[in-house]
């Protein structure tokens, strides 16, 4: 079994940013050679680390660190009144929380969303092998939590169990039911499941304060950020 101890890493190239105008990236990510367990997926995230498919990765550019990780504690996590809307909003959904699988009704909807939110990133066209590239894991416990209005898939949020928290990989939903703050809404529900099970975090990726698509993450509070190898509050 590969420990963090023998765990090798390897550097991407520089190239262009996708959150930050004019700035340069790079990327490390684990060993694709590695044999990865999810106690070992839990040890990398509580150092920031991230999932992209069998892929573990996390921002390591020179001279910015705008890329923060961040996790919500999840017992002291307190709504607010707009958090209190969108409940209220979404009483008519059903959620049913099932192993992570592809079918052609998730595709259709994960489709539809990137044709219509991302058509000018670099997630488009999207193709089932995007879909299971991204969003299946060969050696994680990964769950799609499925929103529903009676038989109608509304959303899918893809999360991964940890051995200390959730941590929320993706929202898709069908973008006419944008008004209904689908991707917030999933927030709430994996703090929710998390709480019910005894988890203590659910992590949510990186907060990066100057792009809007990153900073929503400050409305879930208490946030801990992950700098210079602790977490902490901001």
């Keep these: ?46 150092q920031g680390f991230r999932r992209s498919g069998d892929y573990l990765y996390r921002p390591y550019c020179d001279g910015c660190s705008a890329c923060v990780p961040v996790r919500v504690r999840t017992s002291d996590f307190t709504t607010r009144r707009r958090h209190r809307r969108i409940w209220r909003a979404n009483e008519d959904l059903q959620l049913e929380i099932r192993p992570a699988r592809f079918t052609r009704e998730i595709y ?26 991204f969003l299946m894991c060969s050696w994680g416990d990964t769950r799609f939590f499925e929103f529903r209005r009676d ?4 959303a899918v949020a893809v999360v991964d169990v940890l051995d200390d928290g959730l941590s929320a990989v993706y929202t898709f939903f069908d973008p006419d039911e944008g008004h209904r703050s689908p991707g917030t809404l999933a927030v709430l529900w994996q703090i929710e499941h998390a709480r019910d099970r005894g988890l203590p975090y659910l992590y949510l990726g990186y907060w990066i304060r100057d792009c809007n698509k990153m900073n929503y993450k400050d409305q879930f509070q208490p946030l801990e950020h992950y700098r210079l190898g602790r977490w902490s509050p901001e």
């Design 108 to 133: 259709r909807l994960y489709a539809r969303y990137i044709e219509h939110r991302h058509g000018d990133g670099d997630m488009y066209p999207p193709s089932e092998e995007q879909f299971n590239g």
């Design 1 to 46: 079994m590969t420990d963090l101890a023998t765990l090798r890493f390897f550097r991407t190239p520089a190239h262009a940013c996708s959150y930050l105008e004019d700035r340069q990236a790079s990327t490390l990510f684990v060993d694709p050679q590695a044999r990865v367990t999810n106690r070992l997926y839990s040890d990398l995230s509580r």
């Design 151 to 154: 038989e109608q898939l509304v």
